[in-house]
């Protein structure tokens, strides 16, 4: 199981928002968590294994830029929990971050096809699949 929040300002940082939205999604349980927001067209993503405030406090959550953001509460399925594994998963080019609660039942079959037409994984998860 795990949290998704996102949203979409007119003003302000979309951040401290998400921050405060996954806190109040914390009782689905979770060993992971990770923000991406977008700032001007360029993806800023933080993310780590722990406990939403401790990873927050440690990676500025809170500052980080953009009036839209996703976050990601994760419980691990496929892949350990650690910082790689953390959602959001970005593309080759860090231009797209994609959140993700479910299972990609082909997604070993899906990460061969993508890795033998050259594209670069980082984690152990399916949802990396998607962005690429």
Known sequence: M?????CILRK???APLIH??????????YDSVGVATLDG???????????????????GFDEMPGV???????WATHGAPTMVNAHPHVDCGG???????GVIENFQELRRELEEAGHRFVSKTDTEVIPH
Do not use: Q, S
């Open 12 to 14: 302000g940082l979309a």
């Open 95 to 101: 231009v797209v971050a994609v959140v993700h609660n």
């Open 2 to 6: 795990c949290g998704i929040f996102g």
């Open 41 to 59: 067209g360029v993806l800023h993503v933080r993310k780590d294994a722990g406990k939403i405030d401790e990873v927050a406090e440690r990676l």
């Open 68 to 74: 839209v953001g996703v976050g990601h509460t994760r």
């Open 20 to 29: 405060e939205g996954l806190k109040r999604l914390e009782y689905r349980g």
